[in-house]
């Protein structure tokens, strides 16, 4: 027998803090992840033909806008790239989305992407002899290892001592940039003959092998996108059983949703912000394996290219979901590949990709903005200002 | 002056919150508004002050339709709100607080003119018999002081109309006396008074007309001349409701839980529980009466392991929980319900399956290892809204959806569907319905007699005389009074609470 439905009131008291029912929020409908993204990419990119026009005129946005998409999309090359850049962002995205769901701000994804993908180049040149079936999954955990590290830290000071984590990872990144710096001019670590802060290549056996090199095209053996892609999807989907099949991420959920719950539940609160922290750092520091071992086969300073902090952007933009963030990172590697073309093929500069993303960020950010601007029905039109008068 | 409320009609999407309500009040009445948690009260009052838009209906001031853009519109056209919860700023004086927002000026800067609001705030004090000091600072004073500043924020705003939402939930009954004055005063002096308020007894004590709304619409008038709680009660709810709880005589056996010498501060670290001792026993309903915050909140914390006592001791059994956590509670089949159960007792973003297994979900039938059963929290789900009348949709839909009773409902299902050796429950039935209040009391009863020592914390002297085998009264972090149940009256616990035993 059906009952019928109670009235339904606004809820009272404590719900999740406001931010985070938006970054992460439970329900992901449609609208929320799909229309929402979608026109704020297109006001984004509406806005961004604005700036073309400022700067070269009205006739560039269409040779610009149509470099962009192919060096994005057309031919297997530009696929390559867009999945190559995007598969560090799908692993620091999660690092991010990993952190939110569970109510914690992890700004130190690049920090933890750098200390991560030092350990790794540094595993990476050190066994000589090992066969590649070996030594690639020991690198690459090495990677996991010094962002678990590096995410640990701030993990233990926030449940600890209450230190806020997105204090303690911003100076954590500005540690482990320096120590960079630093460590890739130690002897022994730094590359023979080099007198700039430079790593030791990593040895063949520790490369991530490409993928697309058997594909009966010309060139197939240039293409560029290597099994790092296969391990960041495995790890979206390992991200999503750990959140929303496993008792562990009932808890990170619990926690990030209502601490005060948690603990009247039985649960750990300390426990869990130690954990997330240092799984989310290992996840940013995978992504920085993946960078050294995959593509740059050294590491170099500055070598995170601010991929930590884009996993932030598209984090938000990803709602926090795995599959979002997959999604968000591929269009992020759309954006990066498809401008590198556009810079060469028109006469825009790829920094106006710098411009649309951070567009496309704002608008996320302000969905009600885009609401407005395109009419989308739905959302809290309700509720949000008798909120204020009740708690 | 005359509001009127005409055919209102306000859906959300899935339910019709407001069906064709007519409500109206004139100048020098007041009319209750009764009807459980989840009727239409709030929507309808949210209406009235314009912070929702009616779907169908209008709204008339002497006969003129108006329209509120917003709750300012609602103050310039005489409607003033006094909200259960204050909105009061702590660290401002009373006249800061009530100018907030409406601060008269002089001068072409636009200078606050304090001195002329300090004497309006006194002139209205003392007009309507309020006793507030324009000076004091509202973090100072006693919360029935701090309402008497919302009603001077509401007079000072020139209201016509006043809206009490559940004005008495944080008043002592002494306190409950001084305020219904102060209500009668100001309906002498000409305001109309519309009274929101789930307690029967006080709806026939002090309005001059109640309407009852249920499932959103108005189902029938009464006039407390006339009325009987019993036919209030059944008007509300759609059902004779039994508001004596049904029980026999407690069959106490051996001792389950003991505290002995319990000292528990509180954030401020003040010894909120002091030198606290008592023990229940299984098949017995213990009940601690006081006003809130003399230290209640705190005693059930430390039992349940949710803050640590200064010393002390807690028992359960032969085993010493002083130090135990939550969890270990739960293994050893303590059932607690949380006195704030959108804080403790829940996550309001999670669905009812999740907040089902919120404590149980680590061990099996809902895990094994760390990978979740769902299928079977699920079943688990399906199977405690069924058995407890949780009124839901479906067991997919946040915690939130639901309206209070229901929420507790669910608390009370999750705690009590397994073995209960002790429970805990505080404030079991704060601003809940009539009919879930029935179900959560006998369901209560029903754990004692299955052998449960029970505890009841709770500010409502009702509660504690209706459920308690033996009433203990808590004053400044003391028990001051033990009671039997069968023996207590009202009176003597009033007394007791406000600190005359001392």
Partial sequence: ???????????????????????????????????????????????????????????????????????????????????????????????????????????????QMTVGGLIAVIAGFSFDGLPAIVHIPLALLAGFLGGALWGFIPGLLRAKTGAHEVITTIMLNFIAFRSLDYILKLPGIQAEGRFDP?????????????ILAWLPIDGAGGLRLHVGFLVALAMAWVVYWLLFKTTWGFEFRAVGANPHAAKYGGMSVTVAIILVMTLSGALAGMAGGNETLGVLGRASPGFTAAIGFDAIALALLGRSHPGGVVLSAVLFGALRAGGRTMQVQSEVGIDLIVIIQALIIVFIAAPELVRAIYRVRGGKETGQLTRGWST | MRLELKNVTKRFPGVVANDSVDLTVNSGEIVGLLGENGAGKTTLMNILYGLYEADEGELLIDGRQVRFAGPGDAIAAGIGMVHQHFMLVPVFDVTENVVLGVEPTRGPLGHIDIDQARDDV????????????????????????????????????????????????????????DFFAIVRGLKEAGKGIIFITHKLGEMLEIADRIAVLRRGKIVGEA????????????????????????KSPAQPKEVVLSVKNLVVQDERLHNAVNDVSFEVRSGEIVGIAGVQGNGQTELVEAITGLILPLAGSVMIGDQDITLASPRKLHQLDVAH???????????????????????????????????????????????????????????????????????????????????????IASQPTRGIDVGSIEYIHQRIVEERDEGAAVLIVSSELDEVLALADRILVMYRGRIVAEVPGSEATATDLGLFMAGAGV
Wanted: proline share 7%.
């Fill in chain 1, 1 to 111: 027998m059906t009952q019928a439905p109670e009235v339904v009131e606004k809820p009272e008291g404590e719900g999740p803090p406001s931010w985070l029912e938006r970054v992460a929020p439970r329900d992901i409908d449609w609208r929320s992840l799909v229309i929402i993204p979608s026109l704020a990419v297109l006001s984004a990119l509406i806005v961004g033909a604005v700036f073309i026009v400022f700067t070269e005129g009205l006739d560039a946005i269409l040779p610009a806008y149509r470099a962009l998409f192919s060096g994005a999309f057309l031919g297997w090359s530009s696929i390559s790239e867009t999945l190559l850049v995007a598969t560090p962002l799908i692993l620091a995205g999660l690092a991010v989305a990993l952190g939110f769901r569970a109510g914690l701000f992890n700004i130190g994804a690049e920090g």
């Fill in chain 1, 198 to 210: 430079i790593s030791q290549p990593v040895l063949p056996s520790s490369r991530l092998p490409r």
């Fill in chain 2, 122 to 177: 006194r002139e209205i004090s003392s007009k309507y018999g309020l006793a507030v000091d324009p000076d004091a600072v509202v973090e100072d004073l006693p919360v029935g002081v701090q309402q008497r500043i919302e009603i001077i924020k509401v007079l000072f705003r020139e209201a016509e109309i006043i809206v009490f939402d559940e004005p008495t939930s944080v008043l002592t009954p002494q306190e409950v006396e």
């Fill in chain 2, 223 to 246: 006039e407390p001349g006339s009325a009987t709680k019993e036919n209030l009660a059944e008007m509300m709810v759609g059902r004779p409701v039994d508001l004596v709880v049904d």
């Fill in chain 2, 337 to 423: 319900v949380p006195e704030d159960r959108q804080r403790d007792g829940l996550v309001l973003s999670f669905d009812l399956v999740e907040n089902l297994v919120l404590d149980s979900y680590y061990a099996k039938p809902y895990s094994k290892g760390i990978v979740m059963d769902w299928d079977e929290a699920r079943r688990h789900a399906d199977e405690l809204i069924e058995q407890y009348d949780i009124r839901t949709p479906s067991a997919l839909l946040t915690a939130s959806s639901l309206s209070g009773g229901n929420q507790q409902k669910l608390i009370v299902a999750r705690e009590f569907a397994r073995d209960t050796r002790l429970i």
